[in-house]
């Protein structure tokens, strides 16, 4: 394991204590780690999300898009999605369920 040596303004030592104070961590070295991990896993989502623009402004660029004038079409094109992540979030409760 690694050792490292942090510096820190006063301010940002004192949210540590006040996070240690109020249990959500053990120690310091705890509260470290689970913001570098929530870090790397906000850059994997950036990361996806980067992709996945490319991939949509590629499509676009071709012509493999739909345009949507109306609210109504937005509208029916919102229900679509929510209905398809309710049966993504079924599916994935069934399984594990």
Known sequence: ?????VSMPDEMGQWIAEQLAKGRYS??????????????ENQRKLDD???MLAV???E?????????SSKAEIQQLFDEIDAEIADETRSEQTRTG
């Not at 394991?1 to 040596?5: D, E, G, P, Q, V």
């Not at 676009?60 to 949507?68: C, D, S």
Request: glycine share 2%; hydrophobic share 35%; no cysteine.
């Open 1 to 5: 394991m690694i050792r490292k040596t």
């Open 27 to 40: 120690n310091e070295s705890e509260y470290v780690r689970d913001l570098i991990r929530r870090d790397q």
């Open 49 to 51: 999300l980067r992709s």
């Open 56 to 58: 949509a402004e590629a």
């Open 60 to 68: 676009i660029e071709a012509g493999q898009f739909t345009e949507l």
